[in-house]
């Protein structure tokens, strides 16, 4: 993602070779779900998601590290990042 660490927002940039069910998912450092980015098909090609720091209601969630998830076919990839407010 970048930018990293960020405030107010950051993009999560990533590639899928072919057609693939995608999951996007962001976590706090409890592991606990804060919310769905994505969760469909999606076409072969490079895709850049906005993740506002926000959760699943719209609120603003506090600063701290995140994880993001990402889910791709057989492929799954976990990276940190850090809001700070």
């Known amino acids: 993602n970048y930018p990293n ?18 999951k996007l998912s962001i976590y706090n450092i409890l592991g606990d779900l804060v919310k769905s980015l994505v969760s469909e098909t999606q076409a072969p090609g ?17 600063s701290g590290f995140y994880f993001y998830k990402l889910s791709a076919g057989d492929v799954q990839q976990t990276r940190r990042m850090l809001l700070i407010r």
């Open 5 to 22: 660490p960020f405030n107010p927002q950051t993009n999560i940039r990533y590639r899928i070779a072919e057609h693939s069910f995608v």
């Open 46 to 62: 490079e895709k850049v998601i906005l993740w506002d720091g926000t959760n699943q209601s719209g609120a603003a969630v506090a």
